[in-house]
């Protein structure tokens, strides 16, 4: 039930053009003193969503700095994804309650995961998100959580269920500081941000015809205006908003296009009800493309997207970090946000994008931009530096080891 994700091995001088300058060597430095741990990484799933994503990249290039790092995940099971989904948005602060049953199945299939890792194999333990707590690997020590959504204002009784689990680490990583679950210790947070890959096929710049192409294949017109929000079917991402907004700029832009394009991640069983409920809401309009890994949305094609993009959105009500708001920044491009959480730290208002509180600010901000294609690639161009500057993996792999380096 639990499993082995393979770590192929990365180069991580192959960053040294693209990151800014000392960042290679501090790394290098930092390394030297960690040579040879043995550092267990465990989450949910080892696709769809961000802390997959990240995982994906960063593993490979902790393994090449010299640490025996190992992943392992979950096992899908829809009952339990159901639960840890119900947790993830009780975390960040729906109202109800979890039932007694789910409770209990809960801490169930925790403790049956838990007799699976011989955790004396390992000298550091890093889990990643609520979906892995109830596995106590022998209250092994050192442990980091890493928690990537914010849990500043949760829903009260999930969080008393939940948050003994969390004290029993050892140190708590949160993407902001302000994310912070009530009654934990202070002193064991530590905050960094998460970061994207450059060399990835998500995230090395494709030519714009080969882009284009990938936009034919899937039915849209390559020459027409383009609006791309990429991300799970999930409430907080709010889809519905960004139909909106697209429906208000459409009125000035009879011929704009906007495409959905969300995985269906398997720890997110919610995903599929939200799906079908936008496909509804869309109401068949020809210019609206709902595209999902299904239908062969793969990481190069979502590439293409926010390559063949004038603008991307990320119109989410909440979001941990938003991997997607790099992404789009990476490839040159303005991006339009919600105006929460870690789309705030992305986003330069008026300088990269904008961030947004409602549909119809949304929409004045797309036509603006439409309108505007030199501000457009300005913004792009800022953008892209931000993110050279702030939120490229080799970054979060120093945060990662100066943590290490705290029980050396
Ligand atoms: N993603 C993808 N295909 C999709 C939708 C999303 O590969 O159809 C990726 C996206 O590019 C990003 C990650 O999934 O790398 C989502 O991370 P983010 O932090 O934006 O959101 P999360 O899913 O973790 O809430």
């Given at each position: 039930m639990l499993q082995e994700v393979s770590i192929k091995p990365a180069d991580l001088s192959a960053y040294e053009t693209i990151i800014k300058n000392g960042l290679l060597e501090e790394i290098q430095t930092l390394a030297k003193s960690l040579k040879g741990k043995r550092v267990l990484h465990l989450n949910a799933t080892s696709s769809g969503g961000g802390v997959a994503e990240l995982l994906k990249s960063l593993l490979p290039l902790m393994q090449n700095t010299g640490l025996e790092t190992r992943w392992f995940t979950l096992t899908p099971n829809e009952e339990f994804f159901t639960i840890t989904k119900k947790i993830h948005n009780f975390l960040q602060g729906r109202k109800g309650d979890l039932t007694q049953k789910e409770k209990e199945y809960f801490l169930r299939y925790g403790q049956k995961l838990s007799t699976q890792l011989d955790i004396k194999q390992f000298d550091l333990l890093v889990v990643h998100d609520p979906q892995p707590l109830p596995v106590i690997l022998n209250n092994f020590h050192p442990s980091i959580w890493h928690c990537?959504?914010?849990?500043?204002?949760?829903n009260k009784n999930v969080w008393k269920f939940v948050s003994p689990f969390i004290r029993r680490y050892d140190r708590y990583i949160f993407t902001l500081r302000k994310y912070f679950g009530p009654?934990?210790?202070?002193?064991k947070l530590r905050f960094f941000t998460p970061a994207i890959d450059p060399l990835s096929s998500k995230n090395t710049l494709l030519k714009e015809v080969y882009a284009k192409a990938v936009l034919k294949k899937f039915g849209l017109h390559p020459d027409e205006p383009l609006i791309t929000q990429v991300s799970r079917f999930d409430h907080w991402k709010d889809p519905w908003g960004v139909i909106d907004a697209y429906r208000v700029a459409k009125r000035k832009m009879p011929n704009l296009q906007l495409a959905l394009i969300g995985v269906l991640a398997i720890d997110d069983p919610e995903g599929k009800v939200i799906l079908a409920d936008i496909k509804k809401y869309a109401k068949e309009d020809p210019n609206i493309f709902i595209l999902t890994n299904l239908d062969g949305v793969g990481p190069l094609e979502v590439n293409a997207f926010q390559c063949a993009s004038n603008i991307l959105l990320q119109k989410s009500i909440k979001e941990g970090f938003g991997l997607t708001v790099s992404e789009a920044l990476w490839k040159g491009k303005p991006v339009i946000g919600?105006?929460?959480?870690g789309i705030t730290v992305q986003i330069k208002q008026g300088k990269s994008g904008y961030l947004v509180n409602t549909p119809r600010s949304c929409a004045t901000k797309i036509t603006h931009l439409l309108k505007n294609p030199k501000l457009a690639l300005e913004m792009g161009e800022y953008g892209k530096e931000t993110v050279r500057e702030k939120f490229l993996m080799p970054r979060l792999l120093r945060d990662y080891l100066k943590l290490f380096q705290e029980f050396n």
């Open positions: 990537h959504i914010d849990t500043s204002k949760p009654g934990l210790d202070y002193k919600g105006n929460c959480g």
